[in-house]
């Protein structure tokens, strides 16, 4: 395991984000963050990647206890997130964007060739086609966006990749193709969070699923516990939330 959460909370003044939500990640797998608006999803993620402390339960990194004062912390531990942002200038070619903030140096120069010679192979190795590294990322579809911002995380030594709503605002084949991407990623060894609201692209490629509504845990489920149904079903409560609960062998 490579991450853990135990009863993990989070309040803001009188305001109670997150309350007792425990998970898990571990390498090659995907844990699917599913929740509507308001849900804790963003709370949860900013814990993983650093920008908040948690206020209650434990955390962990590799079976130690950590308490991140800094996204940089998290990302010195491995853990990268991707936003819906992305952090990408859009005038700025592929391979500028890839380096961005990392950039190779030859002397004091910037090393344009290994730049983009780097970005090139490490795009292929991930199986994402960009014709020409030298085109404004601002050209590419937002599916395309999505893959170079994954291959980036994978490329600068992620273990844990967390994806903030990758495929939100994309239609049926870009959501597709961040999809496959989140696979391959997953197929390199890398435990992923990922972050959504839409339990139809979650169920494909995840292996657990975790939960959440006004800030607690419906549950944990692993793909041989739960059908896409059943999730959807409980994302959606209702009358029957607590029958298909005690169905599933857990406590809401």
């Known amino acids: 395991m490579i991450i853990e959460t135990r009863g993990i909370g989070k309040t803001f003044g009188s305001v109670l984000a997150l309350r007792e939500v425990s998970m898990g990640v571990e390498e090659g797998r995907v844990t699917c963050v599913l929740g509507d608006n308001g849900a804790g999803k963003s709370t949860l ?6 920008v908040h402390r948690h206020d209650a339960g434990t955390f962990l990194v ?5 308490r991140f004062a800094s996204p940089r912390e998290a990302l010195d531990r491995g853990i990268a997130t991707v936003y819906q942002d992305l952090a990408m200038i859009p005038l700025m070619s592929v391979w500028r964007n890839f380096f961005l903030g990392s950039e190779p140096r030859k002397g004091l120069s910037f090393d344009v060739a290994k730049a983009k010679k780097v970005a090139r192979e490490e795009l292929r190795a991930m199986g994402i086609d960009i014709r020409d590294v030298d085109q404004p990322v601002g050209t590419l ?15 600068f030594g992620a273990r844990v990749l967390i994806l903030d709503e990758p495929t939100s605002a994309l239609g049926v084949k870009q959501a597709g193709v961040v999809l496959r991407y989140i696979a391959r990623a997953r197929d390199r060894g890398l435990g992923v969070v990922f972050i959504t609201h839409n339990p139809h692209h979650a169920y494909p490629v995840g292996d657990r699923f975790l939960l959440l509504n006004r800030g607690t845990s419906l549950g944990e489920y692993g793909k041989a516990d739960i059908t896409r149904e059943e999730l959807t079903t409980l994302m959606a409560g209702g009358a029957e939330l607590d029958e298909l609960a005690h169905e599933l062998g857990r406590e809401l």
């Open 62 to 66: 590799d079976g130690a206890e950590v």
């Open 45 to 50: 993620i900013k814990i993983l990647s650093g």
């Open 141 to 155: 579809s937002g599916g395309e966006r999505q893959s170079v911002a994954i291959a980036r995380a994978v490329h």
